[in-house]
T-cell receptor, first 112, second 112 residues
Framework: SQQGEEDPQALSIQEGENATMNCSYK?????LQWYRQNSGRGLVHLIL?????REKHSGRLRVTLDTSKKSSSLLITASRAADTASYFC????????????FGKGTRLHILP | DVKVTQSSRYLVKRTGEKVFLECVQD?????MFWYRQDPGLGLRLIYF???????EKGDIPEGYSVSREKKERFSLILESASTNQTSMYLC???????????FGPGTRLTVL
């Protein structure tokens, strides 16, 4: 039962450029999170945005949330080689107790 | 510092073998989760546990069982491994009523 769907599935950009990934979801949420996964590793939490927030910043990350469109975007500014990873959105999906549902991810590749 | 460890990074087993995947967290978290991750399917929840000796089925529990005898340890058991259980297995933990999940590095299981 996938809730979030990231778009695009894969993205390649030049180092220094900005990278934008999108996430759409289906049901009402309390919050939405973004995680990063380096190749063959576990996921690392990046940022959480609550349903009553529209935008949030953390370092080079900017997350927006549009609950009317059931969508979120993650912007990474001034990309670096170390940003190469897969990025997942995760929603809490009201009514699913304490569980969250992950999307399928966007594979980001930063070209030197 | 938050830490979730998994017993093996890579594991190769034969069809029909009983397989134990161990996960240990040192953060005193009540909630623990087991996911599997497959290309094109993202993360899917297998089982989760809210507390010691408690377990709940996730979205794909068939072919798996779990054990939570101690708060810090959550084990995933494949009673009789099959080739379609070849996957990356990720363990995570969190505090109740908080949102961020902390992941282990993953175990890549191959069933021959």
């Amino acid at each position: 039962s996938q809730q979030g769907e990231e778009d695009p599935q894969a993205l390649s950009i030049q180092e220094g450029e900005n990278a934008t990934m999108n996430c759409s979801y289906k049901t009402s949420i309390n919050n939405l999170q973004w995680y990063r996964q380096n190749s063959g590793r576990g996921l690392v939490h990046l940022i959480l945005i609550r349903s009553n927030e529209r935008e949030k910043h953390s370092g080079r990350l900017r997350v927006t949330l549009d609950t009317s469109k059931k969508s979120s975007s993650l912007l990474i500014t001034a990309s670096r080689a170390a940003d190469t990873a897969s990025y997942f959105c995760a929603t809490d999906a009201r009514g699913r107790d304490d569980k969250i549902i992950f999307g399928k991810g966007t594979r980001l590749h930063i070209l030197p | 510092d938050v830490k979730v460890t998994q017993s093996s990074r890579y594991l190769v087993k034969r069809t029909g073998e009983k397989v134990f995947l161990e996960c240990v967290q040192d953060m005193d978290h009540e909630n623990m989760f087991w996911y599997r991750q497959d290309p094109g399917l993202g993360l899917r929840l297998i089982y989760f546990s809210y507390d010691v000796k408690m377990k709940e089925k996730g979205d794909i529990p068939e072919g798996y069982s779990v054990s939570r005898e101690k708060k810090e340890r959550f084990s995933l058991i494949l009673e009789s491994a099959s080739t379609n259980q070849t996957s990356m297995y990720l363990c995570a933990s969190k505090k109740p009523s908080t949102d961020t999940q902390y992941f282990g590095p993953g175990t890549r299981l191959t069933v021959l």
